[in-house]
Antibody
Framework: QVHLVESGGGVVQPGGSLRLSCAAS????????MFWVRQAPGKGLEWMTF????????DYADAVKGRFTVTRDNSKNTLYLHMKSLGAEDTAVYYC?????????????????WGQGILVTVST | DIVMTQSPDSLAVSLGETATINCKSS????????????LGWYQQKPGQPPKLLFY???TRESGVPDRFSASGAGTDFTLTISSLQAEDVAIYYC?????????FGQGTKLEIK
């Protein structure tokens, strides 16, 4: 059974940094590309980033390019999102999600499993 | 960026009746002569993450009841829920995964009348 569990969220001051983790289990993590998606309170879904199954390719939404970095440690079955220069507009629930087509080179695949999400609040 | 526009923003349907949600993309989400439209539908219940319902515009994800159906091609897509059940109350999103950024529609809130 696919299981994705995000952690590392919380309250951070504007301009601060945070690292989110997504622990994966129930599937061969190293065979699947992964996404981060966020949802601001009461708002819709916003794709943030994709990382290829082997970590050799990443892609970012313009809103976070240069501020957020996605990485993965396949030996630990864990996905990360390193966030810096955070602003109020980054306040959201952050979800990690799995590629339906695990070996998709560039992420053009639906998101077939999602974690429960973790709240990040940027505030003084 | 490809803009995904859903209609209506919300709708209320009686139990046992049919709900129809439309999604329009600002450009085609299919490559050349292929038939695969890079379009998915998700259901999000309150306090839960989204759940994939359909991909390639009309391929039902495993475990999704067959009262849910999806269709469309090019730029116009439809999600239909027949014999509406109370458990179908949710926000439904369409999404294109044709080009980054992979954009979602604004969501359609489905309620029981």
């Amino acid at each position: 059974q696919v299981h994705l569990v995000e952690s590392g969220g919380g309250v951070v001051q504007p301009g601060g940094s945070l690292r989110l983790s997504c622990a994966a289990s129930g599937f061969p993590f190293s065979d699947f590309g992964m996404f981060w998606v966020r949802q601001a309170p009461g708002k819709g879904l916003e794709w943030m980033t994709f990382i290829r199954f082997d970590g050799s390719f990443e892609d970012y939404a313009d809103a976070v390019k240069g501020r957020f970095t996605v990485t993965r440690d396949n030996s630990k079955n864990t996905l990360y999102l390193h966030m810096k220069s955070l602003g109020a507009e980054d306040t959201a629930v952050y979800y990690c999600a799995r590629c339906l087509d695990g070996k998709s080179g560039y992420g053009s695949t639906p998101f077939d499993h999602w974690g429960q999400g973790i709240l990040v609040t940027v505030s003084t | 960026d490809i803009v995904m526009t859903q209609s209506p923003d919300s709708l209320a349907v009686s139990l046992g009746e049919t709900a129809t949600i439309n999604c329009k993309s600002s450009q085609r989400v299919v490559y050349g002569s292929t038939t695969e439209n890079f379009l998915g539908w998700y259901q999000q219940k309150p306090g839960q993450p989204p759940k994939l319902l359909f991909y390639w515009a009309s391929t039902r994800e495993s475990g999704v009841p067959d009262r849910f159906s999806a269709s469309g091609a090019g730029t116009d897509f439809t999600l239909t829920i027949s014999s509406l059940q109370a458990e179908d109350v949710a926000i439904y999103y369409c999404q294109q995964y044709y080009n980054t950024p992979y954009t979602f529609g604004q969501g359609t809130k489905l309620e029981i009348k």
